[in-house]
Structures are given as C-alpha cells and as structure tokens.
C-alpha cells in the first residue's frame, strides 16, 4: 500500500513540516508533555491567559490581605465589644485554622467537581463572608464570618496555584506561578 507524499513525510519525522505548526500538533520533543499541552506550547499567551492571570492575581492579593487585616482589625474590636484575650485569640486563630481546614477539603473537591467551579465558589464566598464580617454586630458574628473566609481562602489559593499551571503553557508557568506568590506577598504586606 502506498502513502502520499505528505503523511511519508511527517511520518518520517521530515523538516517539511514546519515545527511549531498546526500541522504538528501532538508531536513534542518532551516525552513528557501531553498533546494538549503541546497545544498550549503552540498557541502561547493570549487575552484570555492574561485575563485570567489578573483576576487570579487580585484574588491572590485580597487572600493573603482578609488574613492579616484581621490583625488589625481584632484591636479596634478588642475596645468596642470588650474582647477577652481568649476570644481575641479564637477570632484570629480561627481565620488560619479555616484556610488550613479549607485547603484540604476543598483539594479534593476541586479534583473531583473541577476547579473553575472551585475558583468562582470560593471568590464569591470571600465576598459575601467578607462584607458580612465587615457589619457583624456582635463577636460570635464576627467570628463566624471569619471562619467561613478562612474556607474560603483556603478553597481559592491553593486551587488558583493549580488552575494557573493548567491554562497556561508550560514554557510561562513559572511566571504565573511566581506571579501568584509575589502578589500574596504584596497582600500580607
């Protein structure tokens, strides 16, 4: 049986198919990178990418901003509705034991349900939590409030990191990923 000229060509690993092309898709150098991630490769960085990258950075950078204002904000508190230090310690306590308690559970979920629909849960629950925190009446309102930002920012940031490394060739990862860490360090600070 014989073949045409072009598939003998590429199946032959020829230079007349250009590297790089759509024509080449699939076909990596790396044994170790997936068709789509050659795809990914190929195409690079578009508006959706950087679109992405943005709103994933902001969301790094309130993250890390919610578990440290309430530093802050736990002094003004302490005067107004008399906190105890036992109480002062719950509320910000809990806050970092919700994110660590978030990160666990939501991991799998996210697995399992996907992360997209991980990402928009998460974000929006720090919206709402974060605005009911922010008029909580009293301290176990407060408190409240503050556990369930602590799920959700355990639930956003770690799933961000992954999300990242997914939508994004392999070859600006690390830029993203760095990126994403830089701003939640610009959020403690």
Known sequence: MEMDQGSDNVA??????????????????????????????????GRAQYMVWGVLLLTCLSDMSELTLVTIIIQHLRCEWKLDLIFE?????????????????????????????????????????GVLSAVAVN????????????????????????????VVASKYREYGISAMLIMSNVGIV
């Not at 230079?15 to 490769?41: F, H, M, Q, R, W």
Request: proline residues 3%.
């Open 89 to 129: 310690t719950a509320i910000t306590s809990s806050v970092f034991l919700a994110y660590a308690l978030g990160g666990v559970l939501f991991g799998s979920v996210s697995d399992r349900y996907g992360r997209r629909f991980i990402l928009l849960l998460a974000i929006t629950g720090l919206f709402i939590f």
């Open 12 to 45: 032959k690993g020829s230079d007349n198919v250009a590297k790089g092309s759509i024509a080449n898709y699939g076909a990596t150098e790396d044994p170790d990178e997936t068709p789509l991630e050659s795809y990914y490769n190929l195409l690079g960085l």
């Open 139 to 166: 301290k176990w309102m407060f408190l409240a409030t503050r556990v369930a930002v602590g799920l959700c920012i355990g639930a956003n940031f770690p799933t961000t990191l992954v999300f990242t490394s997914e």
